[in-house]
Nanobody
Framework: QVQVVESGGGSVQNGGSLRLSCAVSEYTATYNGNYMGWFRQAPGKEREGVASISADGGRTVYADSVKGRFTISRDNAKNTVYLQMNSLGPEDTAMYYC??????????????WGQGTQVTVSS
């Protein structure tokens, strides 16, 4: 069983920053290509893609709503992916989920998911 564990969530004031981490146990990638990604879901909204990164870190994909504010990176030696979030606003309040072994921001193609970490931004 592949383990996906997020950390780093919490409460922050409007304009603040947080860095999320996601540690993943080793696994054999499928044909989906071993992208890792971050998704989020707020109450009353559907789960949406935030950012993703290719296996070698050479390609990244961001939702338009976070471009210029969020940065995704990965450390393959530690099987860990990070999400640096700057200039946070109330619209960023959500449960953030880490996903492994997928493709870009296509939710249905990811095979493994964490339980989520809460991010709350006070207005």
């Amino acid at each position: 069983q592949v383990q996906v564990v997020e950390s780093g969530g919490g409460s922050v004031q409007n304009g603040g920053s947080l860095r999320l981490s996601c540690a993943v146990s080793e696994y054999t990638a499928t044909y989906n290509g071993n992208y890792m990604g971050w998704f989020r879901q707020a109450p009353g909204k559907e789960r949406e893609g935030v950012a993703s990164i290719s296996a070698d870190g050479g390609r990244t994909v961001y939702a338009d709503s976070v471009k210029g504010r969020f940065t995704i990176s990965r450390d393959n030696a530690k099987n860990t992916v990070y999400l640096q979030m700057n200039s946070l606003g109330p619209e960023d309040t959500a449960m953030y989920y880490c996903a492994a072994d997928g493709f870009k921001l296509v939710r249905g193609l990811y095979n493994y998911w964490g339980q989520g970490t809460q991010v709350t931004v006070s207005s």
